[in-house]
Each structure stands twice: as structure tokens, then as C-alpha cells.
């Protein structure tokens, strides 16, 4: 248990996107924390789309992101949006502004911008304390309707609060000046929506990305002229790429729906984004179940410094689980990606895809690797005639070894046409030659037109005896 941690009357956090853009790895990574903080102690996880911001909120960026959560196993015990909410904040906007805690304020952007480049100029941090502040314009509707609604910070002094991840943190309050809350009486502004909606979902761990540390200050300032009591923060570190700098699409793919369309499985993902700036106190082990990672997080044990998001050893967890699949579910994931890629169809037979899929479960990293691995089964295949040739042997030599396996494959029976049957009768004749190499490298390429691939007689199984023969011959044909 974390010693740090007031779980006291139970533990209650949120997950608060912005439908504004689709589901980013970063905010995964977030939900994923607070989901296994919430599950770790027993608590609730609650889901809240922040989406007050009309203009850029989109249903289709929504439905992105709760599927990609639900994608993920990140299911939510309550789910509300702010949308929805707009009368509540009203509520409280009303109560501010009677209790002169807050003021409406029509200084134009012109006006605000040429302040904050004189506030610049001189290095000053950059804040608006209003003229307006102590004017009461409740009766003129016509300048309420070209103004905001400002909080009236009077405080001095730090605004002091601890992190759970980060320790003691304090600002200025001075330096946040009179700060914006809301564009109009019914259209709040991020930092109050998030007060309001915390407070009246009894939010009592607030744990989001280290980029958002900046609006606490003005969240306890609201928080306090509400008389509410605060919760507890907990700042993540952000993920960063391979050059240490902010992730972002220049390092590739940054949203969940592209990992899960490249064919990344859930669980891969889950204990993956886990493992970004977490990781268990006294245990080194990487893979973990669902049910680990909840039994063994604890917040106290979040790095400070950004976590890098490093794709290789996503494809390296993403591998090994995809070897823990059963073969018939590894078959009915990848068949979405051979139908989309034309190889197969809804008549292709399972017991004979299984065979072509269990040659490659233990080669591909992502599900859509497949497509590449398998291809070669169902296509023809184009290859340098050099590709054939084994370390020192020529041209002359694989062509000879090709046509003396000819001869022994066209005596096969097809009823006897397996892996293991075939293996028994062209081992021995490979052993002949002293080095089998001199066999088997040409007879693998021949049939599969690769550097590298599965051994020939699993590739010879699934191809069938009259497609190896004709490979064997146009590989024949390539060496004249």
C-alpha cells in the first residue's frame, strides 16, 4: 500500500479526455494509471468527456477514444460529459461572480495582446490583472455580452500543494493574475469545468499528464473560493521518442487506433504503456498479466523523468504474446488482414490456413506482418537465380542438386504428403552429399523465394506436391 496515499473513505479518480483529436498514446498511457489505481485500491474509475470545447469536439474523435479504451480493457464504473453538464457550471459561475469572486472583463484581444508583449519585453511573467476587476456591470447586458469571466485572484503568496509522483510543488499565485473561467455564463472554460466536475463527482485523486501541473494553482484557487477541499494530484512524466524530446507523429504512429490497426494486441499494449515510467519495486520481470500489474501498482513508484516510448521493445512484448496465442484465435486474427490484403477468402480452408500460420506465429512480431509472411504461399514468387546458390557451391551444382530432388519428390505418394513423411525421405539424401546445405538451401529457396523462411518440408507441406514441383522446376529453369 502507498504510504503517501490518503485513501481514506475510499478511493474515486477520472479519466477526462478531449474529443478534439483521436485517442494519443500519452492519454492511454494516463487512463491506464488512474485505471490501475482506482482498480489497486478498490475504487471507482470514472469516464469524463471534457468536450465544453463546441468548435473542435467531434463524436466520431469520442467514439476513437472510448473504443480504443475499451480496446485496451480500461472498462469505467460511471461516464458522464460535460456537455451535459452546462447548467451545473452555470450554477457555480453565478455563485462566484455574486460573491465578487468573480467579474466579467471586455478587454479586447487587441488590448490583451499588446500587454503581453510589454510584459514580455520587460521579462515579466505573463498575467492580466484587470481594470475591470472591481466594476459591476450585472444590468448592462450589451458589455456582458463582448465579455469573458475572470477569476478575481487576490491571493499572495505560494499556492503550495505535494504531488504524489513529484513531491512539493509551488507557484506564485501573483504571477497567474486575473485569469479566464469562463467565455460566457454558459460556456465555461477548462480549468472551472474541471473544479466544479471533480468536486461533484468526488474525485479524490486528481492524476493526469505532468503537462497539466501548470493549472492546479488556478484549480486551487478556484477550488478554495468554492470552499471545497482539494483532492490529490499525481503528475505523470510525458512519453517522449527516441531523441528524448515530446512524442509526437514525427517519431511515427501515436494514437491507439494505429498500434491496433499495425496489429498490436490489447494485452501487448496494456502491459506495455504499464511499464512506461512504472515499473514494480522489487521485480524485474517484464511480461505481466492484467491481474499483476493491479496487484503490484502503486503511484509512489512512477518515475519522475519522461518515459520513452521505445517501439522495439513493444515489438518484442507484442511477439511474445502473439507466441502465447492458441493457433485457431492467431488464425482468426490474421484473417482480417489476409481477406484485406486478397490472399484469402471466406472460402479458404481453416485447417489448411492453420498449418500456413502456424509456420510464421513464431516469426512475426505484429499481426499485420502476416500479410508479408505468407505471401509467398499464395502468389507467385520472383527471386535472383544467385539466391539459390549455397556458400561455395555455383549454379551448375544447385541446378544438379534441384533436379535430383525432382526425382525423388515426383515418386512421393500424396497420400503421404507431410512434413514429417518428407523430412524422412529427403534427410537421408541430404546427409549423403556430407554437407546438406548443398540440398536443402536450394530446395528451401526454390519453394519459397526467400533469404529466410520456414524450413522446406513445413513450406512443402502446405504448398502440395504439384506447386513444389513446379517451383523446383522454374528454380531450374533460373539456374540455366
Keep these: 500500500m502507498d504510504k503517501s496515499v490518503n485513501t481514506k473513505g475510499g478511493v474515486r479518480v477520472r479519466m477526462a479526455p478531449s474529443p478534439t483529436g483521436t485517442l494519443h498514446v500519452g492519454t492511454a498511457r494516463t487512463a491506464l494509471f488512474n485505471y490501475l489505481f482506482a482498480r489497486h485500491h478498490k475504487g471507482t474509475y470514472v469516464m469524463r468527456i471534457e468536450d465544453t470545447d463546441r468548435e473542435r469536439s467531434d463524436k466520431k474523435l469520442e467514439e476513437n477514444i472510448t473504443e480504443g479504451l475499451k480496446w485496451l480493457g480500461l472498462e469505467w464504473d460511471e461516464f458522464y460529459r460535460q456537455s451535459e453538464r452546462m447548467g451545473v457550471y452555470e450554477q457555480y459561475l453565478r455563485k462566484l461572480l455574486e460573491e465578487d469572486k468573480a467579474f466579467y472583463c471586455w478587454h479586447t484581444k487587441d488590448e490583451l495582446q499588446v500587454e503581453r508583449e510589454k510584459q514580455m519585453k520587460s521579462k515579466e511573467a505573463p498575467r492580466h490583472i484587470c481594470s475591470y476587476r472591481d466594476e459591476d456591470i450585472r444590468d448592462e447586458k450589451e458589455k456582458i455580452k463582448r465579455s469573458i469571466i475572470r477569476f478575481k485572484n487576490n491571493t499572495r503568496g505560494d499556492i503550495e500543494f505535494t504531488d504524489l509522483v513529484r513531491g512539493k510543488v ?103 504503456l504499464a511499464l512506461l515510467g512504472w515499473h514494480p519495486k522489487d521485480d524485474e520481470k517484464e511480461i505481466m498479466n492484467k491481474e499483476q500489474i493491479i496487484e503490484e501498482f502503486m503511484i509512489s513508484d512512477v518515475q519522475q523523468s519522461g518515459a520513452i516510448f521505445d517501439i522495439e521493445k513493444l515489438n518484442w512484448m507484442n511477439a511474445n504474446y502473439i507466441r502465447s496465442l492458441k493457433l485457431k484465435e492467431f488464425r482468426q486474427l490474421c484473417m482480417p488482414y489476409l481477406e484485406n490484403a486478397n490472399l484469402i477468402d471466406k472460402k479458404t480452408d481453416n485447417d489448411w490456413l492453420e498449418k500456413i500460420l502456424g ?62 513423411e518428407l523430412e524422412k525421405i529427403i534427410m537421408p539424401h541430404a546427409q549423403e552429399k556430407g554437407d546438406r546445405g548443398r540440398v536443402l538451401w536450394p530446395l528451401r529457396v526454390a519453394v519459397s523465394g526467400k533469404k529466410a523462411s520456414p524450413g522446406p518440408f513445413e513450406i512443402m507441406e502446405v504448398l502440395k506436391k504439384k506447386k513444389v514441383l513446379s517451383r523446383i522446376d522454374n528454380a531450374i529453369k533460373k539456374l540455366q
Excluded at 509472411?373 to 549454379?395: P, Q, T
Excluded at 551444382?397 to 530432388?405: H, I, K, P, T, V
Design 359 to 420: 509456420m510464421e506465429q513464431e516469426r512475426i512480431k505484429k499481426l499485420s506482418d502476416i500479410v508479408d509472411a505468407v505471401k509467398f504461399i499464395f502468389e507467385d514468387i520472383n527471386y535472383n537465380s544467385e539466391l539459390l546458390i549455397w556458400r561455395k557451391s555455383d549454379k551448375k551444382d544447385a541446378a544438379e542438386q534441384l533436379r535430383e530432388l525432382n526425382a525423388i519428390i515426383e515418386k512421393i505418394d500424396e497420400k503421404n504428403w507431410n512434413k514429417d
Design 170 to 272: 509551488k507557484f506564485d499565485a501573483q504571477n497567474l493574475g486575473d485569469f479566464s473561467i469562463a467565455r460566457s455564463i454558459n460556456d465555461p472554460l477548462y480549468n472551472f469545468a474541471v473544479v466544479v466536475d471533480d468536486n461533484e463527482m468526488q474525485i479524490t485523486h486528481v492524476m493526469r499528464g505532468e503537462d497539466h501541473i501548470s493549472n492546479t494553482p488556478r484549480q486551487i484557487l478556484i477550488l478554495e473560493a468554492l470552499n471545497w477541499e482539494r483532492p490529490q494530484y499525481a503528475h505523470i512524466p510525458l512519453l517522449l521518442g527516441s531523441d528524448k524530446s515530446k512524442l509526437s507523429k514525427r517519431h511515427g504512429a501515436t494514437s491507439v487506433s494505429e498500434y491496433k490497426d499495425m496489429g498490436y494486441l490489447p494485452a501487448a499494449m496494456f502491459n506495455f
